[in-house]
Every structure is written in C-alpha cells, then in structure tokens.
C-alpha cells in the first residue's frame, strides 16, 4: 500500500484500499491521488445499496493498522480482503463488512458480467 507525497493513505499497486473501521467504509478520494477505479466506484455503490455507511475521506496512512477490517478491489481481484499490515494481524480477514460486499459483488457480476 502506498502513501502520497501528504503521507495519506492512497492506494496500493493496481488496486484501490478501503479500511473499515466500527463499520464505516472508507477508501481514500480522488484528492489523494489514487486511480479511481471501476471496481472502487462499483464497491461504493453496492455500500449506498446495502445501507453499509462509506465516504472518502483523507486517511492518514496508519489507519490500515487501526482497521476493523481492510479489504482491496481491482477488477481482477475484485473484492480481496486483508489479512495483515506490516506483518500485524487485522482483528478479521475477511471481516464480515468486507465478506458481505465481496458475495455482493459476485453477484452483480453474476448478473450482469459487464457492470
């Protein structure tokens, strides 16, 4: 996972972050830097879909350590969930927000192979 030159949590290497913490998603904003990717886009509109709160706030990049729960997407990976930070384990991987977004997902997919 990569900082930007403000020491915010950005992105990581073709994939987007998300961090959960006391059930709040959040994946950093366009303002960090980070790519925005289809998949991103597409987790934040199945959270608005499934009453799950999200937002884009600047995190400062120790929030990963701090996390519920953090999980990656891209459209290879889809929904990834992270297991530790720096060789810490997260208190859940997959914890259950990340695993209901993830099945979430592959439904949409399932569905509809071209969202």
Do not use: H, W, Y
């Amino acid at each position: 996972m990569f900082a930007n030159t403000r020491g915010e949590l950005c992105e990581a290497t073709g994939s987007n972050v998300f961090v959960v913490k006391d059930g709040f998603v959040a994946t950093p904003p366009a303002s960090s830097g980070c790519l925005l990717g289809v998949t991103r886009a597409l987790v934040l509109e199945l959270c608005a879909g499934l009453g799950i709160p999200a937002g884009e706030p600047a995190l400062p990049l120790g929030a990963l350590a701090g996390a519920d729960e953090a999980f990656l997407t891209s459209s290879t990976r889809e929904v990834q969930p992270v297991s530790a930070v720096d060789g810490t384990a997260l208190p859940s991987a997959p914890g259950p927000v990340t695993a209901r977004l993830a099945r979430a997902f592959t439904e949409l997919v399932g569905r509809d192979p071209d969202p």
